[in-house]
């Protein structure tokens, strides 16, 4: 499985971004993807999943500011009211449940600056 992210830029403090993540090769394996940041001096860490069942689940500091969602397997994340905070490399994630391998995309660069 390989996965494309794509989507990040450099918006100002309230603005929106959109990430996409497209998988590809043996996709009908992966059953839950999501989104992983990671910025300079932090380990990375979980933003938001969705499973197969649309299921969803994200970190506290971002509820209500962005949303998850899937369309077949491609996977987007909706970020709005962006903080500075939320500065970060983004990475997107997928797991196969029967194997247990897990896949990470090439990260996307979000900064969010005035």
């Known amino acids: 499985v390989q996965l494309q992210a794509s989507g990040g830029g450099l918006v100002q403090p309230g603005g929106s971004l959109r990430l996409s993540c497209a998988p590809s090769?043996?996709?009908?394996?992966?059953?839950?993807m999501g989104w992983y940041r990671q910025s300079p001096g932090k380990q990375r860490e979980l933003v938001a999943t969705i499973t197969d069942g649309a299921n969803t689940n994200y970190v506290e500091s971002v509820k209500g500011r962005f949303t998850i969602s899937r369309d077949n397997k491609n996977t987007y994340l909706q970020m709005n009211f962006l903080k500075p905070e939320d500065t970060a490399v983004y990475y997107c994630?997928?797991?196969?449940?029967?194997?247990?391998?897990?896949?990470w995309g090439q990260g996307t660069q979000v900064t969010v600056s005035s």
């Open positions: 090769g043996n996709i009908a394996s992966i059953n839950s």
């Open positions: 994630n997928a797991i196969s449940w029967n194997t247990g391998f897990t896949y």
